[in-house]
């Protein structure tokens, strides 16, 4: 009886052990037959037949085919991007198509030292395609698209100081210009009406802040932001900026890239080491030394820099001192004095004394970001919906007339956190005038009162 | 031709020495299998034919145990790439996707197999209960059972940290809060159990050695009790047959062949040595069989799982950014449902009282009745209320898993607003 109850369990058994004998390779099959190993091997197949003599032939078929990886650990990452990429530093394989091919570009960026999620973003860690590359759920850096991936240079460059990325430069000339900062706080500067920006581009995707320049309402429902009204290049270069700002830090060694040259940081040491007080620069300046703007005419880069290091070597008997510079700085003001030769750039140099309290005024107007609100040139015509002004910010050109300086500076200090607005039963305007007490320091205080008493037109004094 | 072998290779010396027996191939090897083997620890040499049939338990304890034991493996591999600290706990969860052979599998299977544990120990408490089998003298096992469910709970919740993404770091965020609402030592105890006020790298080593040292030992320690106890306490519980059994020991006669004696010592009429004429069968091959049979069933569902659906990896947990609705692990989200109407009702009393009522109910009900058998009518009233406190929970875990949206309003799962959460 009991035989026969137990035989009926066999079949069972069989098909148990069938079944977790056939999941267990199921299993592994699936984990053998990995996307990156089909590139490795294709790798493997080409070396094979590139390879001219046995010996060759031999080694190429001895690669091994396995995980590749660059490890980080200083910035939190493991990029195994080379495990199907896995000919970047082979220029035999330029121009071929992805992902077995060459990546140009080594000297500046050594690939072992910065991987390529630093500059590409996207996950490092993954050896799928889709995940690597980050269209999958749960990873919010996918890869960045070519036409975007200057992005990533501000990770350690200055927006200003890089040439090779003209729509982040763009984009950050545009943001100082369009006086963002007046509204918004970014590395520690700037207004409280809008949110801070340190991190934004971390925040948002870059469809997000496309939209939210043209209309900030659209996407951020309540925003008091006015849109952004500027060429379509513009938003991009714009957006752009943002996504640069994430607010990631990078070590030491990936940030000291950024001090290497450009004739901005140059420009910067020149005007705050007064060079000026000896040397000329557009007619203007000391008669200590010779003028200075033609010196890429008569010297190379090589003796600049050399001079630099020790004016008596190379000319002897000088007066010049030898200035404590390090060998970035050096190297940073040897390019600025190079580009001097070009006439705009020398118009460019803000050396404060030589500048009239208009002209400062006007930069400190730019500094603060007034131009946010009030305009460029501080003509107005910034909405604000439901203010009693024609629902805009009115235009600053006829304040000399209606305040006295006193007046102006205690309304620039104290602000006016009330707009009266149009329509007691619509929503109060959302821009209103910040205090400014504590920030702008007197001096700048002087010269933005008298470049906004200069912005009155000549000849159309009212007088009532 | 493989049998013979095997014939062979045991009554050679080293066989021998190993197996003692062999393949049994009479009662007497049967029952010597039995008493000479290690699995007499665990089991008798014979038990009641009725104890092997499917529908008396559905097989769930040993499911459990096969689960714990899956899980005990395949959190042993894990532990041999995982790293409890949050970077590179978090890595490690994307090594084992992406580069360790079958790291993935391995992973899945963990998550699976602990999600079917807590399942299966409310299933199996559920059946315990309705066939009566916590009444004496099993009242004790039924209170180890209840800390088994403890501790599976306790180790569900512990692992879940582990992975270190914004799922595991909010559904801890929110459980140790629900934790934090008992009165007095509820603060104290999330603060112990966090190893500081918000859950952070402490909190994280904290989880992992309770995880993987302080809950596995206590769970192989009670576990060894439990079966052992069930054992002792003459097996599966079965409708006592008093009358039955008396009869026919009045006819009854002691078989002239049988040779064996007393192996066991065993509470009750259920060993019955000496009334032998039960239905009963020997535990070799008949237990024995189906206990292999259920492991392999069991590997096979939990492999099954394992392939084809992924364990979740959310992304690297973030502080400043919790998801809406954070939720606690599905078997909290009643008591976070509870707690969403009351905090102290919820996180509370509910739980409280529930958990003394578990605890106490072999010494409240204590009427022999309906022992062994399922839905016994002759206990409508206790099968009435705990029906009603089982329906009532999972209603209200459905509620909190599927029926809750942003700000814990009231949704439904196939609302688009979910989706893109």
């Known amino acids: 009886m009991s035989d026969t109850r137990l035989q009926r369990l066999y079949p069972w058994f069989t098909a148990s052990s069938l079944l977790v004998g056939i999941l267990v390779v199921v299993g592994f099959y699936r984990d053998r037959f990995r996307e990156w ?76 030292k910065f991987g390529c999620t630093i500059c590409h973003q996207g996950q490092g860690f993954a050896t799928t395609k889709q995940a690597a590359h980050g269209n999958v759920k749960h990873w919010d850096r996918p890869m960045l698209p070519m036409l975007q991936i200057e992005a990533s240079c501000a990770k350690c460059h200055h927006p200003a100081d890089l040439p090779q990325a003209p729509k982040l430069t763009r984009g950050h000339a545009l943001f100082q210009e ?216 009115p235009s600053l050109k006829y304040a000399a007339e209606g305040y006295t300086d006193t007046e102006l500076r205690s309304r620039i200090l104290n602000g006016q956190h009330e707009i009266t607005p149009m329509d007691t039963e619509r929503p109060p305007p959302p821009l209103y005038m910040p205090g400014w007490n504590g920030k702008i320091a007197a001096g700048e205080m002087d010269d933005l009162v008298a470049y906004i008493k200069s912005l009155l037109p000549e000849g159309d004094d009212l007088d009532f | 031709m493989l049998t013979r072998t095997w014939r062979k290779f045991c009554s050679s010396r080293i066989g021998r020495s190993i197996f003692r027996v062999g393949l049994p191939g009479s009662d007497l090897e049967r029952a010597r299998v039995g008493v000479s083997s290690f699995l007499l620890h665990i089991q008798p040499v014979k038990v009641q034919s009725r104890s092997l049939k499917f529908r008396t338990t559905f097989g769930l304890g040993l499911i459990l145990l096969y689960l714990f034991l899956i899980l005990i493996v395949t959190g042993v591999l894990l532990m041999f790439y995982y790293v409890p600290s949050p970077e590179l706990a978090y890595r490690s969860m994307k090594d084992l996707e992406f580069v360790v052979t079958a790291g993935m599998l391995l992973r899945n299977m963990h998550r699976w197999a602990a999600h079917l544990m807590v399942l299966g120990v409310v299933l199996h408490m559920c059946r315990v209960f309705y066939t009566g089998a916590y009444k004496p003298p099993r009242e004790f096992n039924w209170v180890i059972g209840v800390v088994l469910f403890l501790l599976t709970l306790g180790l569900s919740f512990t692992g879940y940290l582990l992975p270190w993404d914004q799922l595991a770091f909010w559904a801890i965020t929110v459980g140790a809060n629900i934790s934090s609402y008992a009165p007095f030592v509820g603060e104290k105890v999330r603060f112990v159990l ?99 049979l259920l492991l392999m069933l069991t590997v096979a569902g939990v492999l099954v799982l394992a392939i084809f659906w992924n364990a979740p990896l959310e992304e690297f947990a973030n502080p400043a950014h919790p998801p809406n609705p954070a939720k606690a692990p599905w078997y909290f989200l009643g008591l976070q449902e509870l707690v969403a109407h009351s905090a102290f009702w919820g996180g509370v009393v509910v739980p409280t009282l529930l958990l003394v009522a578990l605890i106490m109910l072999p010494y409240i009900d204590t009427k022999p009745d309906g022992v062994g058998v399922w839905f016994s009518s002759q206990r409508k009233t206790a099968i009435l209320i705990f029906s009603i406190c089982l329906i009532t929970m999972t209603v209200l875990t459905v509620i909190g898993s599927v029926f809750r949206g942003p700000n814990w309003d009231f949704t439904v799962p196939w609302h688009p607003n979910v989706e893109e959460h």
């Open chain 1, 178 to 393: 369009l006086g963002c900062i007046g509204c918004h706080k970014l590395h520690g500067r700037g207004g409280a009406i809008g949110p801070e920006l340190d991190k934004v581009g971390a925040k948002h995707s870059p469809q997000w802040l496309t939209m939210h320049f043209k209309d900030p309402a659209a996407v951020s429902p309540g925003s008091a932001m006015p849109p952004v009204i500027v060429e379509e290049a513009d938003i991009q270069a714009l957006t752009l900026y943002m996504m640069s700002l994430t607010g990631e830090q990078l070590t030491e060694y990936h940030v000291s890239m950024k001090t290497i040259p450009g004739p901005r940081v140059g420009r910067q040491l020149f005007e705050e080491k007064g060079c000026v007080g000896c040397h000329k620069v557009g007619g203007k300046g000391g008669d200590v030394g010779p003028p200075i703007d033609d010196v890429a005419t008569r010297r190379d880069a090589e003796w600049i820099v050399a001079h630099f290091r020790d004016p008596q070597a190379l000319s002897p008997g000088t007066v010049m001192p030898k200035f404590d510079l390090t060998e970035h700085e050096i190297r940073a003001l040897t390019e600025f004095l190079l580009s001097l030769t070009d006439p705009g750039i020398v118009g460019y140099i803000k050396i404060p004394t030589w500048m009239t309290p208009v002209e400062r005024g006007k930069s400190v107007f730019g500094k603060y970001g007034c131009a946010g609100c009030h305009g460029r040139d501080g003509q107005g015509g910034v909405p604000n919906p439901n203010a009693k002004t024609a629902e805009q910010i």
């Open chain 2, 194 to 292: 966090l190893g500081g006020n918000v859950v952070g790298p402490s909190a994280l080593l904290r989880f992992y050695v309770l995880h993987v040292v302080l809950l596995p030992a206590g769970m192989a320690f009670l576990v060894a009790i439990h079966l052992w106890r069930v054992r002792k306490d003459g097996g599966l519980a079965r409708p006592a047959e008093p009358d039955l059994i008396e009869e026919e020991f009045a006819e009854f006669e002691l078989p002239p062949e049988k040779t064996y004696g007393l192996m066991e010592l065993a509470r009750g009429s259920s060993a019955a040595v000496g009334t032998a004429q039960e239905d009963t069968v020997f535990s070799w091959p008949h237990l024995v069989f189906r206990e292999i």
């Open chain 1, 37 to 112: 190993k089909v590139w490795q091997r294709d790798y493997i197949r080409q070396e094979t037949a590139r390879a001219t003599t046995p010996q060759e032939k031999d080694a190429a078929r001895r690669i091994p085919v396995a995980i590749k990886q660059i490890v980080l650990p200083e910035v939190q990452r493991v990029d195994r991007c080379v495990t199907c990429h896995v000919a970047v530093d082979d220029p035999s394989y330029s121009g071929l198509p992805q992902p077995v091919s060459y990546h140009p570009n080594h000297d500046q960026h050594p690939f072992d």
